[in-house]
């Protein structure tokens, strides 16, 4: 999600619903609330908006999400996995968001990233109840000059109740040499337009992430959940001329109902 850098809503999910990928029957979840991050990645103005998510999952793995998009998820013992059809959101010029708010400065002549569809592809390992490992990768469908992304991360359950769980996790992210030329590099054709270097950024790891997040589950159906983190970009997106800032924090609290 690049024209607010929303990044950490479609990993919600797992918060929303619990995590699980298959139940013994269908399971509909609907969440709203608001979300604190940066504009883009990498800009130093900070951005409040709303959060609106439905998700359907049928009991065979299959499900339609407006966080997690088209797919399937399932487990086998330790392991869990998923593969979906996703939308990576574009990022535009003005650095407005879609329902209105002001321009930003500081993409000006830089031009708009393509919107992309996205093939989504997770896999996961408990090593042991309440620790698990992952790896994905997002790899562009259509727009495939704006470049993929592969991550890990790591994830601890700190608390767990028949109220509460909190959770830490850790994150790595990577991107090939199309991706960071997409959103971290410019070009001389940019250059010309919006006074910054000619800038282009190596493929690599370009950013690292930490999130906490506690949920409170207030009966059957409804549940609560804050989410407070902070990303940081490394080596050339650190280093990009449209970086204005390395280190930004993220937040989000929202209400959630699963029937």
């Known amino acids: 999600m690049k024209t607010c850098n929303l990044k950490l809503i479609p990993a919600l999910f797992v918060l929303l619903s619990g995590g699980a990928f298959a139940a013994d029957e269908a399971v509909t979840t609907i969440g709203a609330g608001v979300a604190l991050a940066?504009?883009?990645?990498?800009?130093d103005e900070n951005?409040?908006?709303?959060?609106?998510?439905?998700?359907?999952?049928?009991?065979?793995?299959l499900?339609?999400?407006?966080?997690?998009?088209l797919g399937y998820g399932g487990a086998a013992g330790p392991f869990s996995y998923s593969a979906a059809l996703g939308y990576r959101a574009p990022r535009k010029e003005?650095?407005?968001l879609p329902f209105g708010g002001k321009a930003s400065k500081y993409l000006r002549g830089m031009g708009d990233v393509k919107g992309s569809a996205t093939a989504n592809l997770n896999l996961g390992y408990a090593i042991f109840d309440g620790l698990n490992v992952s790896v994905h990768t997002a790899q562009a469908l259509s727009a495939r000059e704006t470049g993929s992304t592969y991550g890990a991360g790591l994830s601890g359950t700190l608390v767990r109740n028949e109220a509460d769980t909190v959770t830490l996790s850790l994150g790595f992210e990577m991107a090939d040499k199309k991706y960071a030329q997409a959103y971290y590099g410019v070009s001389a054709q940019q250059a010309l337009k919006s006074g910054y270097k000619v800038y282009k950024p190596k493929a690599g790891m370009y950013q690292a992430e930490v999130t906490m997040s506690w949920q409170r589950k207030l009966d059957d159906h409804w549940g609560v959940t804050g989410v407070l983190g902070a990303t940081s970009l490394l080596r050339d997106a650190a280093n990009s001329p449209l970086t204005r800032r390395t280190t930004s924090p993220m937040a989000a609290v929202y209400a959630s109902y699963t029937f």
């Open 94 to 96: 003005d650095g407005k």
């Open 38 to 43: 940066p504009r883009y990645s990498g800009s």
């Open 63 to 69: 499900y339609a999400s407006t966080l997690r998009g």
């Open 47 to 61: 951005m409040v908006v709303p959060m609106l998510a439905v998700d359907y999952t049928m009991a065979n793995g």
